[in-house]
């Protein structure tokens, strides 16, 4: 069983840059591939980062490309999410996933943690 802990959420004004972390602990981090995810209030939870178990591909929604980097410390077991740019639209409850492959780390996880709030103010 994997646990998963965010943290670094917080408010940042428009064009801001904030720095998530997801620190995994219970298996083998590096057996997996990892994601966060987003859910904005009234809407579904929706994919925005993924990065292969040896971090060496990563995959991004459209809205977040070439603003917000995924990134991993294998040896610290620990997956980033590193965020520039960041509109009054990226505001959501920001979670992390963990899953066997990048398609399914996207698709349907096997593990989720409990979410980070990030809000961005205009």
């Known amino acids: 069983q994997v646990q998963l802990v965010e943290s670094g959420g917080g408010l940042v004004q428009a064009g801001g840059s904030l720095r998530l972390s997801c620190a995994a602990s219970?298996?083998?981090?590096?057996?997996?591939?990892m994601g966060w995810f987003r859910q904005a209030p009234g809407m579904e939870r929706e994919f925005v980062a993924a990065?292969?178990?040896?971090?060496?591909?990563?995959y991004y929604a459209d809205s977040v490309k070439g603003r917000f980097t995924i990134s991993r410390d294998n040896d610290e077991n620990t997956v980033f999410l590193q965020m520039h740019s960041l509109k009054p639209e990226d505001t959501a409850v920001y979670y992390c996933?963990?899953?066997?492959?990048?398609?399914?780390?996207?698709?349907?996880?096997?593990?989720w943690g409990q979410g980070t709030q990030v809000t961005v103010s205009s």
């Open positions: 996933a963990a899953g066997g492959s990048r398609v399914a780390v996207a698709t349907h996880p096997d593990y």
């Open positions: 990065i292969t178990w040896s971090g060496g591909n990563t």
């Open positions: 219970g298996g083998t981090f590096s057996n997996y591939a």
